[in-house]
C-alpha cells in the first residue's frame, strides 16, 4: 500500500521541519553556553564539536528541503510531460485516422464479419469440435473483468480519457487543443454528447427530475476507523437507499452510494450512467440533485460542518459537492472514484482511495496537478501476486475489497493516516442521528 504518489514529500517536508526546529534549539543553546566553553581546554574541545555537529545537521536539514522540493518537481514534470505526449500522440492518430479507415476500411470489415460469422457458428453448433476448442482458448485466455483489470489497462484508460478532446479534435481537423481553458478536457465531449443527444431528442442520457424520501431512521456510535467509515458507505443495490446520513452534536456525515443502474436510457435510478456522464460533463446530475436535496431535508445549512465519504459515483459526487463552496466540508474521503479532474479547494482534507486494478477512476482521465497537491492518495494492488478472480467484471472496484483496504489503512500505523483519521474521530464524537435517503426519478 502506497500513501501518496511517487516520493512522499509531504515526509521529508515534515523531517526537515523537525531537523530545521532541532537546530534551532541547538543553536539557542550553543549560544548561551559559549561564555561557559573558555574555562577550560576540554570545554572548548565540546563546545567546537557540538558547534560543528549542530552545522552538520543544519546541513542534513537543507538538503532534506532541497531533494524534497526537487523531487515535487521532478515528478509534476514528468507527469506533466507524459501527459502532453499521450495528448499529443492522440491528436496525431486523430488526424491520421480517415486516412487509416481509406486504406484498411474493406479488411477491418472483412475482419469484423469473419468474427461474427464464427460466433454465430459457434452458438449454432454447441459442443462441436470448434466450440470446445474456443471454450478452451476462453479458460486459457484472461477474462473481460481480469482484463480490465490490468494495471496497464488503469494506465493506459487514463490517457486515452484525457486524450479524448484531442483525439476528436485531429479526426475533424482542428488544432490540437490546449492542456487546460474552455475547449479541454472529456468534460466537454460529455457535454457535447449529453446536448447533441437532448436536440435529437433522445432520451438517452437526459436528466430528469428526482425526489427523496426518508427511509429509515436509527442512531449509532461514530465510526472509529476507516474500516469503520467506509462499511458505512449504503451498498449499490437495486431499490435500496443511496445516501445515509450521520448528524452528530458537531456535523454531519454524508455517505454516498455508488453506481446502481449501469444502463443509458434512465429509469426510475438516479444512480445511473445518465448521472455519471452529467457528472464527468460538469452538469448537475440525478445523484448531486439527489444528495443536496437529503442533505436539506436532514437539515444541514452552509454553516453545519460535513464530512462527505463515497463509493465510485458517490465518491465523485462528494468531491464535487466539496468543491461546489456551498458547504462547510472539512474532510472527503472516497474509494475507487473518478475524481481526477475535480478542483477541491486545498483546505479540505481528502483521502482517495483507489486499487491499482480499478478502472473506474481512470475514467476521470490522469489526475490534475491541483489533486495530485491536495490529495492524499492511498494506492493499493489486490493482485500483484495472484490473478484477478475470473467471472466478474470489476472486481478491484468491489466495494467489500475496499473495506479490506480501509482495514489495511488502519493497520499500516501511517502518520498522515492516523492523523487524519484522528481528526474525523474528533469531529465526530458521540452517538449520532442517522436518516437513510432513498432518491427516485421522477419521469
Known amino acids: 500500500m502506497r500513501v501518496g504518489s511517487g516520493v512522499d514529500t509531504v515526509a521529508l517536508d515534515d523531517l526537515s521541519g523537525r531537523l530545521h526546529a532541532r537546530v534551532w534549539h541547538l543553536e539557542h543553546v550553543l549560544a548561551s553556553t559559549r561564555a561557559l566553553s573558555f574555562h577550560s581546554t576540554q570545554a572548548q574541545h565540546a563546545f567546537a564539536r557540538a558547534t560543528q555537529a549542530t552545522q552538520r545537521l543544519k546541513e542534513l536539514a537543507g538538503v532534506t ?21 499521450s495528448s499529443t500522440l492522440m491528436w496525431n492518430l486523430g488526424r491520421a485516422m480517415p486516412a487509416l479507415i481509406g486504406a484498411f476500411g474493406p479488411e477491418i470489415i472483412g475482419g469484423v464479419a469473419i468474427v461474427l460469422g464464427l460466433a454465430a457458428a459457434r452458438r449454432l453448433t454447441p459442443g462441436s469440435p470448434f466450440d470446445q476448442f474456443v471454450t478452451r482458448l476462453e479458460q486459457r485466455l484472461p477474462d473481460s473483468g481480469q482484463f480490465m483489470s490490468h494495471p496497464l489497462v488503469v494506465q493506459g484508460t487514463a490517457h486515452l480519457m484525457s486524450g479524448a478532446d484531442d483525439f476528436v479534435a485531429g479526426v475533424l481537423g482542428m488544432p490540437k487543443p490546449p492542456q487546460d481553458g474552455l475547449l479541454a478536457g472529456e468534460d466537454l465531449l460529455a457535454g457535447a454528447a449529453i446536448a447533441g443527444l437532448g436536440i435529437v431528442g433522445a432520451t438517452t442520457l437526459q436528466e430528469t427530475p428526482v425526489r427523496v424520501r426518508n427511509v429509515e431512521r436509527s442512531t ?10 467506509i462499511s458505512r458507505i449504503p451498498r449499490a443495490d437495486e431499490g435500496a437507499a443511496q445516501i445515509r446520513i450521520e448528524q452528530y452534536d458537531s456535523g454531519y456525515v454524508v455517505y454516498l452510494s455508488g453506481t446502481i443502474d449501469s444502463g443509458v436510457e434512465p429509469a426510475t435510478e438516479p444512480w445511473d450512467m445518465t448521472s455519471n456522464i452529467s457528472a464527468i460533463a460538469e452538469l448537475d446530475s440525478g445523484s448531486y440533485t439527489a444528495a443536496v436535496m437529503a442533505m436539506r431535508e436532514a437539515g444541514i445549512t452552509a454553516q453545519d460542518n460535513v464530512i462527505l465519504v463515497g463509493h465510485s459515483q458517490g465518491g465523485l459526487v462528494a468531491a464535487q459537492l466539496a468543491a461546489s463552496g456551498n458547504y462547510t466540508v472539512s474532510d472527503v474521503v472516497t474509494v475507487g472514484a473518478p475524481l481526477h479532474q475535480v478542483e477541491i479547494p486545498e483546505e479540505i482534507n481528502v483521502v482517495a482511495v483507489e486499487h491499482e486494478e480499478d478502472v473506474i477512476p481512470s475514467l476521470s ?48 500505523g501511517d502518520p498522515k493516516l492516523t492523523a487524519e483519521q484522528r481528526q474525523i474521530s474528533e469531529r465526530t464524537q458521540g452517538t449520532a442521528t442517522v436518516t437513510m435517503w432513498r432518491a427516485d426519478r421522477v419521469q
Open 65 to 85: 528541503a532541497e531533494g524534497s522540493r526537487q523531487y515535487a518537481e521532478r515528478e509534476q514534470y514528468l507527469r506533466q510531460v507524459s501527459e502532453d505526449l
Open 220 to 229: 449509532a456510535e461514530s465510526a472509529d476507523s476507516y474500516q469503520d467509515l
Open 365 to 412: 482521465g490522469v489526475a490534475a496537478p491541483a489533486a495530485i497537491a491536495t490529495h492524499m492518495t492511498v494506492t493499493r494492488s489486490l493482485f500483484a501476486h495472484s490473478p484477478a478472480p475470473r467471472g466478474e467484471l470489476l472486481p478491484a472496484h468491489n466495494l467489500s475489497r475496499y473495506v479490506e483496504t480501509a482495514a489495511v489503512m488502519d493497520r499500516s
